[in-house]
C-alpha cells in the first residue's frame, strides 16, 4: 500500500478509537478510567490506554499487513514493537508505523482536557529510521464527553497539511482551515516550557522566567507580559501551535537528567517518539519544530527514547526566543 492508500485506512482507525474511547468515558466512572493496568519502563498503562490499545494490532494485521508487510511500533507491544504478518523478517516490510493510541491519557481520563490519538508513517529503514523519515502524520482529537466537536489533521511530506472537524451529534465532517500564530512576538499570546510533573521543577520555572525576561523585558505593574498553557499532550501542544493558539512551546525535560542525577533523583516521564510522530503535520504548516539545538527532531521510531523538543509558530518568534533559550541552557551546563 502507498501513501495515498493508508490515509484513508489510518483516519478510519482513529475516528474508531476515538468513538470506542468516548463511549467508554460515558459509561465508566472516572476511577475506573484512571486505574492503573499495567506499569512500563516508559510510563504508566492506564485502563484508559487499554480500550484504544485492543483495537490496533487487530486493525494493523487485518487492514495494512494483509496487503503489506509493516512495523508496528506502539507501547504495550512485546518489546515495543510488532512485525506484521507475524513471522515476516522485519528488514522485508515495507513501513514502519508508530501509534500513540492515546496522548494526553492523563487529562481526558479525569475529563479535563480532549487527548489525541497520533500516527506516522516513515519507510523501512532498519532501526535508524527517525522523525525526520516520517512520510505520512495523521492526529485526531479525543473530545471529552461534555464536547461535540473533534478535529482531525493530516499530512503527506511535502504536500502541506489538511484538517476537518467532525460534529459527533449530526456525524457532519466539515473543512477546518487552521494556521500557525503570524505574531511576531510572545507578548500577550501563549508561551510555555512544559513542567507536568515533579522534579526539577524550579529549574524549568527558572528557565521559563529568564527567556521570557529576556524577551520582553522587566514586567509592568498591573500587565501580564505572557501567558501559559501546560497541556500534558505532546500532540495537543503541537495542535495548539498548529492553530494558532500557542506562539512557543518547550519540552525541556530530559536535559535535566544530570542534575537530577546530582541530587540522587530519577528523571521520571519524558517525551518519547510516538508523542511527537505527528510533527510533521506542524512542520507542513510553518511551525518550526527543533531540538534544543536548533536542530531537526532526528528520534529513532521506538518506545523507549526521551525527546527533547523546541515549537516556534514562525520563524519571528524563533527569532524573539531561541537566542535567549540557549543562553539559559548553556548558563546551566544544560547543553554545550
Known sequence: MSIPQLLNPIKELQAHIRDAVVA???TASLEQMAGIAQEEAGDTIYAIDRVSEELLVEFFTQEIASHTPIVLIAEGLPGGKLVLPEGTPEETAVWRIIVDPIDGTRGLMYQKRSGWILTGIAPNKGPQTNLQDIEL???????????????VVWAVRGQGAQATRYNRLTQETVPLALHPSRATTIAHGFAAISRFFPGAREVLAAIDEEVVLAALGPVQPGKAHCFEDQYI????????LMSGHDRFCADLRPLLEPLLAQKGQALGICCHPYDLCTELIAREMGVMVTDE???????PLDVESDVTWVGYANPAIRAQIEPPLHTALI????VQ
Open 24 to 26: 467508554a468515558c460515558e
Open 137 to 151: 502524520a495523521v492526529q485526531t482529537e479525543i473530545p471529552l464527553v461534555k464536547q461535540h466537536l473533534s478535529d
Open 233 to 240: 499532550c505532546s500532540g495537543g501542544q503541537l495542535y495548539e
Open 293 to 299: 539545538r536548533g536542530r531537526p527532531l532526528a528520534a
Open 331 to 334: 548558563r546551566r551546563g544544560l
